[in-house]
């Protein structure tokens, strides 16, 4: 299966914003999900979106802040994320999940695709 490769992150200034993508050329068939990890954190869930780019969801924590897209025929998955924030620094993690046209669980364990990881920091 090809990897998950994200791109997009990178240093911003507080109240800024940037717009993640991952090319997921196998995936257009699953749900698909990012996550983050910050240093000393565990990983957590961020937002979802279905297979078919219909329905998504998200954490509280950044509800109104991110939104998260598909383009099925460019085979990627964006996050754009708003009003960012210095507690949002964190690596950033595109994920597919395990079970095809299933909406996403908010479980790390439930998705088999991940990517490296892109690094997000946020700066006051």
């Known amino acids: 299966q090809v990897p998950l490769v994200e791109s997009g992150g990178g240093l911003v200034q507080a109240g800024g914003s940037l717009r993640l993508s991952c090319a997921a050329s196998e995936f257009n068939k699953y749900g698909m999900a990012w996550f983050r990890q910050a240093p000393g954190k565990e990983r957590e869930f961020v937002a979802a979106?279905?297979?078919?780019?219909?329905?998504?969801d998200y954490a509280d924590f950044v509800k109104g802040r991110f939104f998260i897209s598909r383009d099925t025929g460019k085979n990627t998955v964006y996050l754009q994320m708003d009003s960012l924030n210095p507690e949002d620094t964190a690596v950033y993690y595109c994920a597919g999940y395990s079970r095809k046209y299933q909406y996403p669980t908010h479980q790390s364990a439930d998705f088999g695709s991940w990517g490296q990881g892109t690094q997000v920091t946020v700066s006051s």
């Open positions: 979106i279905s297979w078919s780019g219909g329905a998504n």
